[in-house]
């Protein structure tokens, strides 16, 4: 496809403006995580590290990321298992109902927050408080799952269908039973994928906060919980942008990781 010059200018120019209004709002909260005055004047007339060191001293903030760092870990557990078993079921075997399976595990990540918090709500109020079990740490890693399983199962199904079926029917061929084809093969070949979805998956987990309101139970506040409570407390506002500032870099940082990790060709096919 040929673009004309005014073309080019045109999509370079949408293209600027869209990144300056992501980004320049998240270059404004690390600044102001440094800002001296406490009601943030802009702009800063000195630049301090206090409000670092009062976030580090303040056990709220600590025992939240302390939360989401667990929640994120099981629920990155979880949807490694969960995704990478149906995206073998789904890529390497014929049976009915296949790609409803697949639209089935695609779901979670297209509905909203809301409606998939409510919809959890209701069925551990109705379904699972009944056995004993109440809503806690274990509710919102269970939240998480549902939609960090789809980066897992989308990256792992990607790499499955480039790499193809011929290694591990040479190495059936050659004798290897199935958990030495496994080990020695395909593991290798999808490992990298498996890392990068689970990385985007602790990514997702990490900073949700609508899924996690309605499965979080009583003494249960991740980080984003935290700042969202403190976000309209005056003296607790420098602290916030600190903490704020912490969560974007957090966020930010397992994304970079699995983009390096899964390779600018992660998403492409082979036929």
């Not at 960090?148 to 792992?156: I, K, P, S």
């Not at 269908?161 to 030495?180: C, I, K, M, V």
Request: glycine fraction near 8%.
């Amino acid at each position: 496809m040929t673009l004309t010059r005014w073309a080019r200018w045109a999509l370079r120019a949408f293209m600027t403006l869209g990144l300056v209004f992501v980004y320049v709002p998240l270059a404004l909260v690390l600044v102001n995580s440094f800002n001296g005055d406490r009601t943030f004047a802009w702009p800063p007339h000195d630049f301090t590290t206090r409000w670092w060191s009062a976030a580090w001293d303040n056990a709220g903030a600590r025992d939240a990321l302390a939360t989401s760092i667990k929640a994120g870990l099981g629920a990155t557990a979880i949807a490694l298992v969960l995704g990478t078993m149906v995206a073998f079921a789904v890529r390497r075997f014929r049976f009915f109902g296949r790609e409803t399976l697949s639209l089935v595990i695609l779901l979670p990540i297209a509905l909203p927050g809301i409606v998939t918090g409510i919809a959890l709500d209701s069925a551990w109020r109705s379904v699972i408080e009944p056995l004993g079990i109440g809503k806690g740490l274990l509710s919102v890693i269970v939240g998480h799952a549902t939609f960090c399983v789809v980066a897992v199962y989308n990256n792992a199904l990607a790499r499955l269908r480039r790499t193809g079926t011929n290694l591990e029917e040479a190495s059936a061929d050659l004798g290897a039973s199935g958990t030495q084809t496994f080990r020695y093969v395909t593991f290798p070949l999808i490992r990298s994928a498996l890392l990068a979805g689970a990385l985007l998956a602790f990514a997702l987990s990490f900073d949700e906060i609508i899924v996690t309101t309605f499965t979080a139970g009583p003494g249960i506040t991740t980080l984003p919980i935290w700042i969202f409570n403190n976000l309209f407390r005056p003296n607790q506002a420098p602290v916030v942008n600190v903490v704020a500032a912490v969560l974007v870099v957090l966020s930010v940082v397992p994304v970079w990781l699995a983009q390096r990790v899964a390779g600018p060709d992660a998403g492409a096919s082979r036929t």
